[in-house]
């Protein structure tokens, strides 16, 4: 196991240095590299290895076909009719795996999103809070109660052909505070996350949507007997500076865990 | 043998049915989630969508690039070569060589109803004996059949030749050296450019000459192609080819028993250690090529018995699987690591022999891996990667039937044919690739099987070979007529696969004898006065060890070769040239006829000199005299390698019990065509010209051989 045991001590070590930086590059760094360690190991424990490895090796061979027999066009037809049969066979091989692999990877995704998705707000900052009500009589009565560091910059505007209330808010200090809105003499809370640190924020509190609260909350549902029907909150979305180009930490992630599941396939020899 | 059928991956893909469940939920996540999902799919999809995509692209590309130059190819083509086909008889020649397929055995089989497919050919075209070379040696006769010259003119005398330096052998195909530059870093010495690997078959194949003309090739596993030459076409090569430590098959069997005996060649003997139940072995390999004092490598290897049960856990690097005994394991790949980064990459096959009381496993040759070739096998060289790729890996080896492991016992009957049908299938798969792939021009391979076969099961077509006197009669096996209905099976199967447009010959090298008897030549001359030996030795030992050369006129190594010991040619020469002849008139007269005191039988039917039966500019590298041996007889094992024995005669008690190399004109070859020849005596030396004849080219003034005439072509 010393083929196995050396990747993966070297990447507990290089995760754990990363870390320590704290930053949300270190974290995706390190967050790809164990990902794309643990998938490839994932992959390689729960696919066919042997027929995968026959798939992809007739694949090669009917890439070879097409130039080997280039002068015959018949032959380079039917090789390329082939390579599209094997690439359907191979991602059919893939796919059980690829199932295993992604559920996981997808809910541990939506969990650091709320970390690296979106910055909090700064303070000073103004931001809008966006209430939607079920009925237009739940948003005529509609009040806002705010802790003392969250003030309000701007009166509330009402859009009662979509049942939105908006207010124009701001924060004066760092932190996570609640603030309530009450409507058809009922009150909810939605958090907010003032700051420059790396809190875990949810855009928006919902009144069931069960889907939409997997992917995009990160709070309670609200009750179902609440006249309001989702709370939400404009954070600015994050960007990661790299070689002075920023972009979505999903995307790095992406390129990255790639990487590092190439590496670690090689490492491993194993087949994807 | 348990080889994964690469046929069964699509079976096995429709079983999986609970992963529907699971794929549902994905595609409702992806559905519902589009952004969420495409962004964290992650890796795993991202491997697979890139890997799909990769092959499509790169398909893309060279399809597009294939179609697009296409027509200038053809243009190009047509001016330089103005229309390969337009004189063409045929548009597809296919050639299937079936090494050593005896043209009297096929004709009783035939009679018995047993090759209804050879029937039909006969029937619809030819059948004959096809006249064979001197000696009737397959890496001599095929190289007349690729080249349609005599040895003189392609340099091909037995599989050795001798060194008149030192009188000691060396393959008489291919040479294979190092590179000359080194440079020294510490312990190491890094070899500096590239291996200098020299065929030594000279003239040219005729695919050589139709690929001149435009037209395409697809020769697989004839015999003397390594090294592999360039030409329009593909080719892998065959027979010569060596394993990984450049002999030509060296099996290993690695056991608990403690001995010291050798093999007498093609093996060796490395100790199994047993440890708290676990065994560890090693194959060896090359020496390092790296190291000033070379080592050998090594690839180690455990051997885990599975309790109560008759079946062991091999784990060889990161490769594991489990065999039972009596069981061959798959091609595994075996890297022989050099240091600093240096690898040599082969395959081998594993047989576990017993587990208990003893623990033996019999290793392959390592073969040359066709997916990672360290030496040129094919020409492209990709084209033995793309066989391994679409077929798995197969033998390379040229000898790839270990018939010295049945020899020595190693194998018993049953491995010896598992081994050999597994390498048969490989060629039939690559066979029929080729003829799909080849819809014009030349489709050509050889089977070794039907030689390797015949050698190592002659001894139970007659009642009383010696090599079988242990087994009554009514028992023994019909391994040949099984070969030979196998061969007629695949011969129909192929005519299947062609039209009327397609020639089919079924052609072979030689024929095939009973080897009961062994003369060893050197035993004989020593004995009448033409080879000394030194003083107070009455036997000497491999490669004429205690022979006196100051008091030697002739000696005999190799399968049929007679050389005298000429002044100025040989380093310790004593024959004046100007006697030559006389002394080769002498040995003619007294060898031809020589008979066997033991059954009264004539030993030796014809010898014959080589400036009579040789003509071209290699005839300098010629034996001088070729021993034609009778049926039944052959050269000694001992006499093949150079040594002198006090016996003259003995009985051959090997499972190597049949053989060819003897008297060619008791040993032709068979000739089955689809359409009829007007030909009375064929020769293999006129398929070479017949081709290029029928393909409408001009035939090269060198050509021995000449070509046959098509009575007519049913249209």
Known sequence: MTVLSNPIYAAAIAAFN?????????????????????????FGYTSDQKAIGIAKDQLKAHLLAVRLYRDQIPVVMGSYGKILRGTGRYLKLAFKPLLYVIIPIILLMVQVDRYLGQTPIPTNAPFLLTVHTTSRGALDDATLDLPPEITMTAPAVHIPAENEIVWRLAGSRDGEYKVKIAAAGQSVAKAVCVGSNLPRISTVRWRGHFWERMFSSAEAALPESSPIESISINYPDRNIEIAGYGMNWIWLFFILSMIAGFIFKELLGIQI | MNRLCRADIESRDGRRRPSLHLGLFLLLVVVLFPKLSHAYAGPGAGFAVLSSFWAIFVAFLYSFYALMTWPFRQLFRFIRRRNAYGKATFERAVILGFDGMDPDLADRFMSEGRLPNLVKLREKGTFSKLRTTFPPISPVAWSTFMTGVNPGKHNIYDFLARDTSNYLPFLSSAEIKGPKRHIKIGKYSIPFGKTEIKGMRKGTPFWHWLGNAGIFSSVIRVPVTFPPEKFQGVLLSGMCVPDLKGSQGTFCLCTTRASNDKFREGGVRVPI?????????????????????????????????????????IVVGSEKFTLKVGEYSEWVPAEFKAGMGFTAHGICRFYLKELSPEVEVYVTPVNIDPGHPDLPISHPVTYSIYLAKLYGPYATLGLAEDTWALNEHVLDDDAFLAQAYGNHEDRERMLFDALDKTKQGLCTCVFDTTDRVQHMFWRYLEEDHPAARDVPHSQHPPVIQELYERMDRLVGRVMEKIDDDTLLLVISDHGFKSFARCMNVNAWLHQNGYLALKDGKTESGDWFEDVDWSRTRAYTMGLNGLYLNIKGREKQGIVDPAEADALKDELQKKLNGLVDPASGTVGITGVFIADNVYRGPYTDN????????????????????????????????????????IDPRLVPGVLFSSHKFIEDKPAIVDVAPTILKLFGLALPAHFDGKAWTLAAKVQ
């Open chain 2, 273 to 313: 250690e047993r440890k708290n139940g676990v065994c560890r072995s090693y194959i060896p390999g090359p020496e390092n090529p790296l190291l000033e004092k070379a080592g050998e490598l090594r690839v180690d290897f455990e051997i885990r018995p599975e309790p109560g049960s008759k079946s062991a856990r």
């Open chain 1, 18 to 42: 990363l870390a320590l930086l704290a930053s949300p590059l270190a974290i995706v760094i390190v967050l790809s590299l164990v990902v794309g360690l643990l998938m490839v190991v994932l």
């Open chain 2, 622 to 661: 010629s034996p001088d005299l070729i021993v034609g041996y009778g049926a039944g007889y052959r050269a000694s094992w001992d006499s093949v390698m150079g040594k002198v024995t006090g016996q003259v005669f003995e009985d051959n008690i090997k499972a190597w019990s049949g053989d060819h190399c």
